[in-house]
Structures are given as structure tokens and as C-alpha cells.
DNA sequence: CCGAAATATTACGATTGTATTACATTTGAC
DNA sequence: GTCAAATGTAATACAATCGTAATATTTCGG
């Protein structure tokens, strides 16, 4: 789900619609107040407007990047003013990426798939719960001290789940980041795989948990 | 110290911003011209515009690999341009990796950690383990006391694994560090000189691993 | 509690990935 | 140029992985 902050309506409806298009959720707000009303930690990706009257795009970041819930979510701002003060003041209130207006749908749409692809995922040390880690240089998973044999497919949802902890993951989310764009598999492949998951770091079996309807999340 | 060349001020300022945000140090040139009228050699990588005016990027990289000084520094194109055929001169002229823009900065962090990660090798002195060691300055494989005769591509691939233990290597990530930028090589020629190396290390073959999926490993 | 929908589990075959061998080509020393 | 070593490719054998379907179990809404 991809939220659109922008007090021209015009800008928000084009955007909602061009995402909708290829594929995402989206949802608008008009101003940053009113973005602050929603649970904000639902959203994968900000698509942000620096200037609004009231509370500015950059002071949102600002408080989202201040919050452990949104910390990690990724911002683009967007933006008519492109002087050097503002890219740096942009870039320190923790924005992934800039674009400035006027822009084309397109680009923007090609920057959206460019964060999200890069999305929150440590490629690099070791993700730990209790006694549970996982290392993604040696792409190994380790119980207890003991190490568990896991597979490449396995092991990357399981690096995703524990990348946000507490984050539910639609089956098509975990198919749309772990699987190649150009394989085809359906959705319940993914069950069978986090049915391989849990056995193999049984003692956390429960901390992979299940969200009836909605997907899978990796619970603390 | 990591070098930028760009004739976009705008991208000079937001990449060095950001690469001393995540405690690189940073230098910035609007041309290859200006980046020639440096010394070279005391940079770590170079992130590199390929459409400049005057000099190319793909020039400039050429230039360097030319010199013996800085042959060895890592480069990292930017561009606009992504055919086949660019990509495949971007890697002739020496490339280490390649990002399209536009680019999210957080990619490019995680690309220049990740070059950096794979270029760290030592360059004089042993590598142990055990009974077994590796001489950086005379070349030789010595297991047990006895020298076994190994071969520059074998060293290579032994000396990059022993480097990291633990760390997995893509059968792309050895490519790119083993064979020269030149050379169009296969996948599959890696898997054949593993086979050869664990051969001639004998008591140590399993120290080779293999991680499904992924690449090999030593495992100590 | 019941039925329907969603999820879990299992087994197995197909697919993919890896190891090994043999062979052809290239390289380099003499 | 010749020979031997080095090295990439292709062919084949082998093993691990992974997806599907069939079946069992759980969850959800009333």
C-alpha cells in the first residue's frame, strides 16, 4: 500500500490512479495532518509533497523517520523546488529519493519500482531473535547455537519476515520480492514453504505466525 | 575516499551528501577531465557518469585501467543508458557495477558497500587455516608442509574464499573478482576450477562448501 | 457449533542446480 | 615451432530443491 501526501488534489488523483495501473494499493491525503490521522505504518512507500501549508512534507519525514513503526519506510519526496539547500535539507529528513515538478507519470513510477525493490532488506550482517539468528553473508540460519540447513528459497522468506517483524506479508508480496519477476507459481507454494520454514527453526515454529486472509508476519 | 564524477552538480551533491551520511568520505568532479587532474590512486571507488561532455565515462575508466596505479579501483557507472550493448561496453571499460538512473540513493549506498565488501582483499603476507597456507607474495599453496602446484585462476579463487571464511560468493561475485573485466567467461567454468581446487587441497575439500543457490563458501 | 473458506501438511515428480570427466583450445617457455 | 601446462566448454551423471496436487486441519462468521 503506497500513500499519496499532496495538497493539490489533481496531483494525488493522477498519481492514485497511475499506481493503481500498475498494480499497487494507494491512498491519498491532502495534507500532512491528515496523514498523521492514519496508521501510517501500514504504508510500504510515501510519495510526499514538500510544500503544503500547515506541517511540510520534509517535518512529516521528519516524525515518521522519529517513530520506530515508520522509521524504515521508504520516502520520495516531491517537489517544485530543486535548489541545493532544499535536496540537502530533503536528503537529512531521510528521503530515498527526490523527484521534482513538474515530473512525468512515468518516472515516477519507475522510481516507486526502483525503491520498492530495495526495500527495507539488509543485504549485509545478521538479522537476531533469541537465540534464532540469521546471517546474510553466509546465508545461513542458526538455532540455538546449532545450524539449520536451509534452502535459498526458504531462507529469503525468512529474511523478509524478519526484516519487519510485526509486518504481515500478502502471499503476492512474498512472491513479488522472493520469486523472479518472470516465474510464474501459485500462491500456495508459499504456504508449503513456510510450512518448510517453521520445521526447520522449530523452536520458533509460533514466530512465523499466520494472519487469517491477509498473509504471513514474523512475530517477536 | 570515494570519487564522484558527474557533470550534474545536483547528483555530485546528493551522492557525496549521502555517502558521508553513511561515513564514506567523499569528493566530487564535474568531469572526467577535472577527475584526471587528481591523483587517482588514493581512491577506494569510483562512481562514475558514463554521458559526460569532453571525456567519457567509459574513457575515463579505460584511463585508469590503463594505469597501474589505479587499475585496481573499483568502478561503478551511473547512467541513463541501459541497452545490451552499453552494458556490455560499460563492463569491457572495466566496470565493478552499473546502476541505471535514475537511481534511488539508498541502491546506490547498498552498491558501493557491496563493491567495497568484494574488493577487500589482502594483498601481501599468508592466508591459514590449519595446516594449510596460502603465500599472497610467492603465489603457493602449501597443505601439510608439502606445496601443492596450483594455478593463477585456482590461487584466485582460493585467496577470494579465504579471505572471507564464511562469506558466500555468487559464481558472478568470483567472475567479476577472478577473471579480468575483458574476458566473457561462463558460470559454469567457476563450479570446474572449485572441482580443481578441492582436488588438490585433498584433506580440506569440504572447507570448499556449497551454498545451493547462492555460490560457494569456505567453511572453516 | 456448523459449514465454508482458508491454511497446513505430506508425498512425489519435475525442474533446477552442482559435480565430474573428457576434450578442445589457448598460453607460454624453450 | 613444439610441447606441456593451463583453462574454458560441453556432455553427462548426480543431487538438491521446489512446485503441485491431494488430503487433513484450522479458522472464521454466523
Redesign the interface.
Known sequence: MILVVDDEQDICRILKFNLELNGFEALTASSAEEALSLDLSRFELVLLDVMMGGISGFELARQMRANPKTKDI?VIFLTAK?T?SD??EG?RAG????IAKPFSVR?VM??VK??L??TSRR??GTLDYESMSL?L???TVTVDGKQVPF???EFEILHLLLSNPGRVYSRQDILKIVWRDDVLVLDRTVDVNITRIRKKIAPYSRCIATRSGYGYFFQP
Chains 1, 2 share one sequence.
Open positions: 521508504p530543486d541545493e535536496l540537502v536528503f528521503a530515498d529519493d527526490y518516472e519507475l522510481r526502483a525503491v525493490r530495495r543485504v549485509s546471517d553473508d553466509s546465508k534452502t535459498r528459497t
